[in-house]
């Protein structure tokens, strides 16, 4: 007997038609009819632990639970009736045996799904006469979450989420029956890049974030509706703001792109904004003193400062990577028309951002057999693109591979290789459907990708790649031409500019009259430190757009005061190539401008004619079309041939990435102080062993005359050995301070009295 | 009294000791199942037979054999009434306050324990023989009222048997159950608090439910006491327990009382 592939079943009378397998709290919904659920969740599947969905099947003796009993042919079902009712009256009732029923001071209030049910399902007073169950109100679970035990009803979203989503499985129930809670380990917190999405999660106000517990209610937030853009992947997120601040971000559990799931820096690092470090008004160095000037004044310095230079040539400008697509094509057609050709975006790091017509797409690194992770894994520098990496590795079986120093996430099993030509011989035969993710720092790593890719496709394998930074507009600005060798849509240009490398290369040699930095922080991220500096100390005419004195800006001639990306409308391009729509939240701050209303006043002072705005948008649509035909490595041309670092003897620095690092918005995101990272320095354990250091150490690293003090050093098995791994862009111990061949030398300060007793 | 029990035990050894003696066992335990974690159960019994308890460190060696995270083995061996996660006496005796139980006089049992062990729910005699607590339902519902023993069943229960019992224990007698071994002698509660110690403090009322005496600590007598000094239920308490000829043993409330 074959079975069919639909079943007909009828639902409060009205006749559904569904898929084999289908539940029946999903079959209701396209009868139009409710089921309450608590346990139950799309994304996480049944667990049949609260018993709110109960409903009434015909011939069936007893109220079946929705959520887990399965539609079958003919089935008769009532959601709604006196004994359905009844049961459900029976089940909330138990549900707020022990509840504190302190709704009046619960985050949740509102937006509570047992308010909300009880309200609609349940009874109005208790029959209930002894006292309830006394837990603790506000424990600190982790260093983002608050668990009040009260109020949990022990669904267990949260366990399942951190079982079945995250795969960290750190989270569990302890204890039993009435007394039962969510709880961690003894003694470790509950620390995950993804711990807030439980409080979106818990139908209950058990688990809330400590960035919102008393902040706001639901009704008094007005809402955004956009995309995150704090890193490359471009989440869809709602922005909650009260009264001029934003209270918190919270998933769509719709959007395709983020699979309904947010990583922590997408919902917490939104409090940078208000911070008193905020700049107000532009500023202009004034004998060696920075003094506040007038917008007016401010751009006519700049314009003079350009007219004055006596060639376009002697003028370049650097960033876009963190502007809208708008904003970027609007900077590089002022600087173009303006004559110079020195535009670059590439102010980190990052030296490619697209991979034209070879990048996957979200579908087919869900099907994808294996993922090759090469370089920076996605879960320090892109988090929720790991979880759709350990979906498709846990739940559709793909084999992972990672190439480089770090592994790619210590909860997914995975096969380490050292190089890329190991990959191969990794993967079994008959695999087709190949995933690169790719950090798009080293160059040669990206051609040896390319090569693989070709030689594959001759085998009937393909290959796609993404990209992954923690730049939220790296694409965008790479492909609408903020790079000196193409125009917008990868058009190839009569003659080349100089990139970053060649700019500042210039500026210290004394051939460049105004630098300006859209959004950038190259002192902090661009790999050499030391060249950047002396290029500033020599260039006569510095601006940097940031919304805050950064150790780049703190050096410039004039600083601009700009938006932020939740002060402002827009697009953005993420690493799949799909331009992402940026909500503004909050208005521009007083004494702010966003970079595009900055660059049309510098037109207007430079009397050159930016394109409109309908000409802005279908350029816009036009290169990132031509962006997403482009070859693979179109953007990495000009790097043809240059190795990033040059060869180091003994120990390798390996630079880490961190969502939580970098000078600018985390940097100044005070209620962020928890999940900021501790400078620390990383060993493999038999590498520690051989140098002869041990865990908790205080440790100074040199290379040459520079250093980097006071970290503690860590242990990390997963570590390749030989290296030595430290946190890029982190501001209390840049890392690119050790740029270059000298021998890195690893100097003990302190031993941790704890680690030492 | 004689302490026979006590004197003819023998030390356990040092946990690495333990551990090491015991990986050849676990190997082949784990062998024996398609999924590893499979083994986590009779591996945690195991270490619970050779120290008395499931300790801390245990927990941690199961979860690192079996390749899983520490707040699983936590989880699990919180479940289960039959591990247990403090050091206690060298005889569990654990008495099931359910429902068949409670109505075949599991109620009297309990208090007989109490008044002659002198201690309550989730605690230990001074002299650390026995440990005593009040568990859910133990599946013997058909020879209610029923305890454990150190895991071990003993069936019908009565004022009489409870004596014997203890008699026999504690004169040595009783050899249908070996003691427990023992490190050190227990702490007088056994309870285990739950992880909140380094968390931050709660707002309201926040309290130890499986403390004697607490919320959760609803079947001994001082549950049954705050039921009859209740106003509104104490009177049909009280008819009811002077009906079955328990009254006396309650000492009801003043209040009760004079209603009647």
Request: with cysteine.
């Amino acid at each position: 007997m074959t079975m069919a592939s639909e079943v007909h079943l009828k639902i409060d009378g009205i006749a559904v038609t569904v898929p084999t397998g289908t539940l029946l709290v999903e079959a209701a919904k396209q009868a139009q009819k409710h089921i309450p659920v608590y346990c139950y969740h799309e994304k996480l599947g049944p667990a049949g632990l609260c018993r709110v969905c109960l409903v009434e099947v015909e011939g069936m003796p007893k109220l079946q639970i929705g959520c887990n009993t399965v539609a079958t042919e003919g089935m008769v079902v009532h959601t709604q009736n006196a004994k359905v009712d009844d049961g459900r009256r029976a089940i909330l009732e138990f549900l707020l045996l022990n509840h504190p029923l302190d709704c009046p001071i619960c985050d949740k209030g509102g937006e509570c799904d047992l308010q909300d049910y009880v309200m609609a399902y349940g009874q109005d007073s208790s029959r209930v006469i002894d006292g309830k169950e006394s837990k603790p109100k506000a424990v600190d679970l982790g260093p983002t979450i608050v668990l009040d035990e009260e109020r949990c009803i022990v669904c267990q979203r949260c366990v399942r989420f951190d079982e079945l989503i995250t795969h960290e499985r750190s989270l569990v129930v302890k204890d039993r029956g009435a007394h039962d809670i969510i709880a961690t380990a003894t003694d470790q917190p509950y620390v995950s890049q993804f711990s807030g999405n439980v409080t979106e999660l818990c139908p209950v106000g058990a688990l809330t974030s400590k960035t919102y517990r008393f902040l706001s209610r639901k009704w008094d937030n007005h809402r955004a509706v956009g995309s995150c853009a704090q890193c490359s992947v471009g989440c869809g997120i709602n922005v909650d703001v009260r009264q001029g601040a934003i209270t918190r971000t919270m998933s769509i559990p719709e959007d395709v792109t983020s699979d309904g799931w947010l990583c922590d820096r997408g919902r917490y690092v939104i409090s940078f904004g208000d911070d008193q470090r905020r700049l107000r008004t532009p500023l202009y160095r004034h004998r060696e003193q920075l003094v506040q000037v007038t917008w007016d004044d401010a751009i006519g310095l700049w314009a003079q400062a350009l007219q004055a230079s006596a060639s376009p040539q002697r003028v370049a400008a650097l960033g876009g990577g963190r502007l809208m697509n708008a904003e970027i094509l609007q900077l590089q057609a002022l600087f173009r028309s303006f004559g110079t050709p020195h535009l670059d975006w590439r102010v980190g790091r990052s030296q490619q951002a697209g991979a034209g017509r070879a990048t996957a797409s979200l579908a087919e690194l869900d099907r994808a057999q294996a993922i090759i992770v090469v370089g920076v894994p996605p879960s320090q520098s892109a988090p929720v693109l790991d979880l759709a990496i350990r979906k498709a590795v846990f739940r559709h079986k793909a084999q992972l591979i990672s190439v480089g120093p770090f592994g790619a996430g210590s909860s997914v099993p995975q096969q380490r290789a050292a190089r890329i030509d190991e990959v191969a011989g990794l993967l079994p035969d008959g695999t087709e459907r190949i995933v690169f993710v790719w950090d798009g720092i080293d160059p040669q790593l990206g051609r040896e990708i390319a090569n693989l890719r070709t030689q594959w496709s001759t085998h009937g394998r393909s290959a796609g790649v993404l990209v992954a930074t923690t730049l939220s507009n790296a694409w965008g600005a790479e492909a609408l031409g903020m790079h000196p060798s193409f125009g917008p849509g990868y058009q190839p240009l009569a003659s080349s500019g100089l990139d970053t490398a060649g700019i500042f290369a210039a500026g210290r040699a004394g051939e460049l009259d105004v630098l300006s930095f859209h959004g950038a922080n190259p002192v902090l991220t661009w790999h050499d430190a030391s060249i950047v500096r002396e290029a500033l100390a020599r260039i006569p005419f510095v601006v940097a757009t940031d919304l805050f004195l950064t150790q780049t800006s703190e050096l410039a001639t004039l600083v601009l005061p700009v938006a932020s990306a939740f002060e402002r409308n827009g697009t953005m391009t993420n690493l799949f190539g799909q331009a992402r729509p940026i909500e503004a939240g909050l208005p521009v701050p007083d004494g702010a401008l966003s970079d595009s209303e900055v660059l049309v006043a510098l037109a207007q002072a430079l009397k050159i004619a930016l394109p409109d705005a309908a000409s802005l948008t279908s350029l816009e649509e036009r290169a990132l079309e031509a962006a997403r035909i482009a070859p693979l490595d179109c953007g990495a041309e000009q790097l043809a041939g240059r190795r990033l670092a040059p060869d180091r003897p003994g120990l390798q620095l390996a630079l880490a990435a961190n969502v939580f690092a970098g000078g600018g918005t985390t940097a100044h995101d005070t209620r962020i102080e928890a999940l900021r990272p501790l400078p620390t320095a990383t060993l493999e354990p038999a590498t520690a062993q051989r140098l002869g250091f041990v865990a908790g150490t205080l440790v100074d690293l040199h290379a040459g005359a520079a250093s980097v003090k006071n970290l503690t050093l860590r242990l990390d098995a997963s570590l390749a050995p030989d290296t030595i791994a430290l946190v890029a862009d982190l501001p209390q111990a840049p890392a690119n301070l050790l740029f270059g061949s000298e021998p890195l030398r690893l100097e003990a300060t302190r031993v941790l009295e704890e680690v030492a007793a | 009294m004689s302490n026979q029990a006590i004197s003819t035990l023998e030390p356990v050894p040092d946990f690495a000791v333990l551990a090491a003696g015991l990986q050849d066992e676990f190997r082949a335990l784990i062998a024996q199942y398609e999924d590893s974690r499979s083994a986590l159960l009779p591996i945690i019994h195991r270490f619970q037979e050779a120290e008395g308890y499931v300790s801390p460190q245990a927990m941690q060696v199961s979860a690192e054999l079996l390749n899983l995270p520490l707040a699983v083995v936590e989880s699990t061996v919180s479940f289960y009434t039959l591990f247990f996660r403090k050091p206690v006496g060298k005889y569990m005796l654990q008495v099931c306050r359910n429902l068949s139980c409670a109505l075949n006089g599991a109620e009297e049992i309990m208090a007989q324990f109490r008044e002659r062990l002198g201690v309550g729910h989730l605690e230990t005699t001074d002299d650390g023989l026995f440990s005593y607590e009040e568990v859910e339902c133990l599946a013997a519902c058909d020879k209610a009222p029923c305890m454990q023993v150190n895991l071990d069943f003993v069936y019908h229960l009565t004022p009489d048997l409870v004596d014997a019992l203890l008699a026999g224990i504690r004169n040595g007698t009783y050899t249908d159950t070996p003691p427990l071994p023992q490190r050190a002698k227990p702490e007088r509660s056994w309870h285990v608090a739950q992880d909140t110690g380094k968390k931050a403090a709660g707002a309201l009322g926040v309290s130890n439910p499986n403390a004697p005496g607490g919320i959760g600590d609803a079947s001994g007598r001082a549950a049954l006491q705050r039921i009859v000094d209740d106003t509104a239920v104490g009177a049909r308490t009280h008819e009811r327990l002077v009906r079955e000829g328990q009254a006396g043993t309650l000492h009801p409330g003043k209040d009760a009382h004079e209603r009647h």
